[in-house]
């Protein structure tokens, strides 16, 4: 053997050597270490298996990856209230400094006087009144830098943590597990599309361009020097709840997914029209039961219903009969939170 | 020296050979060799360069880097018609044949006479119910099906080729140097958005989520199986020109892009919010004014204006005063077609 033979072989033995221990210790390292093992951890390993092995029948063009990912009550905590709600309760203050008219008008006056119990029982006509004169008004980029400065400094009740801190653990990873495997995770949310896209990267890796959420118009204008901006409008232009989640995802993403995460009746057509599917399709329904680390409510569990986040009866059945993968907090989830390990 | 530390240093030698031989090949090869020497050719070059150089003040992360492209003039041929309007054109008699009360009214009658002098002076009005009736009533599916029989098999009046094969080589190159430089490619088009993600990732390697466009609702229903399916309605959701493309990019994509390129005053407004963005921006705006190869048109050339892909006087002054780069197809383009070479 010459010499540069001789090197080249060992060469290619030291490539081949690192490559076989390198895919032991991937094949070793388990992708959700927060979930415990049963059949919604199965069920999400071999649907990455299957659609991403070239010699199954199942195989999913890397393309024709799509995952997509309802956010409250599903990537985070969306008890007692919507952190957009707080967002938006917490800036009426600001907005009435702008338009003192309003101090004097439902509901902004109950908002104002701070009284817990009466805004809690707040309609929902009065909550949208809220959602659209504090959403709209400025321009997007200063809207973004709001939330995030809010963002900073908002606390939960309960964990007194900021509301970036309250997703879940398995969540994070199974995005990661997906992308991972080259699937695009896209969040598909009811909440404001704008509100979403100001940290969705920073907390879940998801960029801007793959949060789709129901969404208000902007208008293109000019500032005093003449540089052209966008302002949010009080306009509704999609409402990412219910059909409309399957409408926005052709609008916004335009092809099918092969796997959609919910956990509430809003999602129900998502996670339908996912795993109606041709091929191999993965629907997950994630069930709140777990009283003691998060909270336990909804019919399906012969609890109460709550304001937000139902997951009904009906949807619990027909998850069954779809074949759509229930996860249980309480007996799926190791850890919830990241700050509990 | 001992023969592991030989063989390694002899196995990072030849990979660094490697690494260098492949750097210099690429210095070496013109990423854009349709495209002449010339200014229009080097504030590309120098573009690129600079927003993905890590030591240049000019830096644009990876994850910011956005590029936009009008589809209709700027990508492929618009002349004489759009061949979105042709395609809905060809589609009457199937509609009417489902409608037969629609032969009766204008104007579908007039489309039903093939006559052609009057089919050329139907008014904006007439174009738009046309477009309204065509491209609505049928599955998401079958309509991409559709497009997609359709492209096959129709032919360009001029060049009697497929409407696919009237691409610009230049452009192709310059969306292909853009992704090798890791920009994300978007098209964002006056133009349906169904209608271009049903050819877009084939022919532009731009896949349907990087397609914006103008676009009407969708509405989730069942069919006779109880299988959900999304069917196109005549209700008009984005109007994709002029101050409707920033908007739409704000929507779509929720960035403002580094790199936009357009021919006409439908994208005045996504030219200028592009280069109004902080840092280096490129906008760049395609003349049309070769009439031997291609067509030469609009007031910029003291050419009378056409009812396609505008350019004015007015937009023409503006790209000159804010620094918009213009591209002349005559002289800036050593190839405009691929079948030419």
């Given at each position: 053997m010459k010499l540069v033979a001789r090197i080249v072989s060992v060469c290619v033995s030291a490539v081949a050597a690192a490559f076989v221990v390198s895919t032991l210790a991937l094949a070793e390292t388990?992708?959700?270490?927060s979930w415990n093992d049963g059949t919604a951890k199965q069920a999400i390993i071999n649907f990455v298996q299957a659609t991403t092995d070239?010699?199954?029948?199942?195989f999913v063009t890397p393309e024709e990856r799509i995952a997509t990912f309802d956010q409250d009550g599903t990537l985070w905590v969306s008890h007692p209230m919507y952190t957009q709600v707080v967002y938006c309760l917490d800036r009426v203050p600001e907005v009435v400094k702008a338009r003192p008219a309003l101090a004097k008008v439902e509901p902004f006056k109950t908002v104002l006087s701070g009284d817990r119990e009466k805004i809690s029982k707040l309609s929902i006509n009065d909550l949208l009144r809220i959602l659209e004169v504090t959403l709209s008004g400025m321009s997007v980029d200063a809207f973004r830098i709001d939330v995030q400065k809010w963002l900073d400094v908002a606390r939960h009740p309960?964990?007194?943590?900021?509301?970036?801190?309250?997703?879940?653990l398995p969540m994070i990873e199974l995005l990661r597990y997906l992308r991972s495997n080259g699937y695009k995770t896209y969040i598909v949310t009811g909440g404001g599309q704008d509100f979403v896209r100001a940290y969705a990267e920073k907390v879940?890796?998801?960029?801007p361009e793959q949060v789709v959420g129901t969404a208000g118009g902007t208008s293109y204008g000019y500032d005093k020097y003449g540089h052209p901006f966008l302002t949010k409008e009080p306009r509704l232009l999609l409402n990412d709840n219910n059909a409309g989640k399957p409408e926005a995802i052709h609008l916004m993403i335009g092809r099918r997914p092969y796997a959609a995460f919910g956990n509430s009746t809003g999602d129900r057509e998502m996670l339908e029209y996912t795993k109606a599917g041709e091929g191999e399709r993965l629907s997950m329904l994630l069930l709140h039961d777990d009283a003691t680390r998060e909270y336990a409510y909804g019919p399906a569990l012969g609890l109460p219903d709550t304001k937000v986040g139902a997951l009904t009866q009906a949807l619990y059945e027909e998850a069954r009969r779809q074949g759509w993968i229930v996860i249980s907090m309480k007996n799926d989830w190791q850890h919830i939170f990241a700050f509990e390990k």
């Amino acid at each position: 053997m010459k010499l540069v033979a001789r090197i080249v072989s060992v060469c290619v033995s030291a490539v081949a050597a690192a490559f076989v221990v390198s895919t032991l210790a991937l094949a070793e390292t388990d992708p959700l270490p927060s979930w415990n093992d049963g059949t919604a951890k199965q069920a999400i390993i071999n649907f990455v298996q299957a659609t991403t092995d070239k010699a199954s029948a199942k195989f999913v063009t890397p393309e024709e990856r799509i995952a997509t990912f309802d956010q409250d009550g599903t990537l985070w905590v969306s008890h007692p209230m919507y952190t957009q709600v707080v967002y938006c309760l917490d800036r009426v203050p600001e907005v009435v400094k702008a338009r003192p008219a309003l101090a004097k008008v439902e509901p902004f006056k109950t908002v104002l006087s701070g009284d817990r119990e009466k805004i809690s029982k707040l309609s929902i006509n009065d909550l949208l009144r809220i959602l659209e004169v504090t959403l709209s008004g400025m321009s997007v980029d200063a809207f973004r830098i709001d939330v995030q400065k809010w963002l900073d400094v908002a606390r939960h009740p309960r964990w007194e943590r900021p509301y970036t801190e309250l997703t879940y653990l398995p969540m994070i990873e199974l995005l990661r597990y997906l992308r991972s495997n080259g699937y695009k995770t896209y969040i598909v949310t009811g909440g404001g599309q704008d509100f979403v896209r100001a940290y969705a990267e920073k907390v879940y890796g998801v960029p801007p361009e793959q949060v789709v959420g129901t969404a208000g118009g902007t208008s293109y204008g000019y500032d005093k020097y003449g540089h052209p901006f966008l302002t949010k409008e009080p306009r509704l232009l999609l409402n990412d709840n219910n059909a409309g989640k399957p409408e926005a995802i052709h609008l916004m993403i335009g092809r099918r997914p092969y796997a959609a995460f919910g956990n509430s009746t809003g999602d129900r057509e998502m996670l339908e029209y996912t795993k109606a599917g041709e091929g191999e399709r993965l629907s997950m329904l994630l069930l709140h039961d777990d009283a003691t680390r998060e909270y336990a409510y909804g019919p399906a569990l012969g609890l109460p219903d709550t304001k937000v986040g139902a997951l009904t009866q009906a949807l619990y059945e027909e998850a069954r009969r779809q074949g759509w993968i229930v996860i249980s907090m309480k007996n799926d989830w190791q850890h919830i939170f990241a700050f509990e390990k």
